[in-house]
């Protein structure tokens, strides 16, 4: 059996390698952009999830460079944060331009945070790959956070020096995270009686959005910022009024964030079937995106955003399938399924906009998206 096993890990080896070398013909050495690297990673028993969404973040420049950052600063004891720093700068500074490289230590860390008893991310079965996403960018910020409180609290400030007045600290200012993915929403309600408009400010790392079918990722976000009607035993209690009254209700973006993620919401749970099924639909998504659903208070609304890359889930329901990424690096695109790496044409990304019809329900759709702002 060990003897079996050994051959096959010399042919999945071999196959990588006759892998990497196309993807390095393919691009051509005048072409292949310099200090880049093109790694696959081995997938570690349903980990695509966990595959899938770092290689889309290792391509979302301020992300990397901001983890490349962190590497470089002293050692702290072993996280999920410098676990993850440590893979992204075995893949920055390999000799090889194309290849594999097995996450085995980031992956032992993520099970190792989720262990028994808290049921993320610690067992072999398919996993989210947006709960997975939600849950890395929230932990690297509660352990930034955490690191910088511990300076404080040691009597230092970020740059070294010593803090004599430590007295009254200030609350904690956001993270690398928080300037990179945190955008701000205002939900705005309107006193149909007085006219009176409250907001109240609500952030995000990232926007979950309704899908449906043959529409356009502006459809969905605009369904997103739809007007509701409050009314009947729903009506709401404005403050000038002193009393309930009907209103109108909106969210509406009033901080635009460096990198939008937008998460298709495809999974929806049938009270018919008792589980979750896939909504296939085909939902357009342009390599070009600008926010129309802006609140009138929103600094820079007229932002532009690329496509950078694009997490697809493969196949009929959430906890079956595989998911893969598709990454824009420089002028050109690559798909990435776990140890595989090649080049695609811009073209090819409609064939993972979802179906047109639910008769086939497995589909290679969009399911988490990157938009990366030019400014």
């Not at 205002?186 to 926007?207: H, Q």
């Not at 997490?311 to 998911?323: A, F, T």
């Not at 399911?367 to 400014?375: G, K």
Request: aromatic share 10%.
């Amino acid at each position: 059996m060990e003897i079996l096993m050994t051959v096959s890990k010399i042919a999945s080896f071999c196959t990588m390698g006759a892998n990497a070398s196309a993807l390095e013909k393919d691009i051509g050495p005048e072409q292949f952009p310099v200090n880049e690297h093109y790694f696959g990673l081995v997938n570690f028993g349903n980990t695509c999830y966990c595959n899938s969404v770092l290689q889309a973040l290792y391509f979302c420049q301020p992300f990397r460079e901001k983890i490349l950052a962190y590497r470089c600063q002293p050692r702290r004891k072993e996280s999920l944060l410098t676990c993850l720093a440590d893979l992204f700068h075995s893949i920055a500074h390999q000799k090889r331009k194309v290849g594999v490289i097995p996450p085995k230590k980031f992956i032992t860390r993520l099970r190792k945070e989720n262990g028994e008893g808290h049921g993320l991310f610690d067992n072999y079965l398919q996993q989210d790959a947006h709960e997975f996403l939600n849950y890395l960018l929230n932990t690297i910020a509660d352990l930034l956070l955490e690191e910088s409180k511990q300076e404080k609290q040691n009597g230092r400030l970020p740059n070294g020096t010593l803090d004599s007045q430590n007295n009254n600290s200030p609350p904690p200012t956001p993270t690398w995270v928080h300037d990179i993915f945190q955008g701000t929403l205002t939900n705005e309600t309107r006193c149909l009686t007085c006219e009176t408009v409250s907001s109240k400010d609500e952030d995000f790392l990232d926007l979950s959005v309704d899908v449906e079918q043959n529409t356009s990722i502006t459809h969905c976000l605009r369904g997103f910022s739809n007007t509701e009607t409050l009314c009947s035993e729903y009506k709401y209690y404005c403050e000038e009024c002193r009393s309930k009254q009907e209103a109108h209700k909106r969210m509406r973006v009033k901080r635009l964030p460096m990198i939008l993620a937008l998460h298709l919401k495809r999974f929806k749970y049938m009270e018919q079937l008792h589980r979750y099924t896939k909504l296939s639909y085909r939902v357009v998504f342009p390599l070009e995106l600008r926010l129309f659903n802006t609140s009138g208070a929103a600094t820079n609304p007229e932002r532009l955003y690329d496509l950078v890359a694009v997490v697809v889930h493969c196949g009929s329901g959430p906890n079956r399938g595989h998911y893969i990424a598709i990454v824009k690096s420089h002028d050109f695109w690559l798909l990435f399924d776990d140890d595989i790496v090649e080049r695609i044409d811009a073209q090819a990304l409609e064939e993972f906009y979802g179906l047109t019809s639910e008769i086939s329900k497995n589909s290679e759709s969009g399911y988490i998206l990157f938009y990366q702002s030019r400014d």
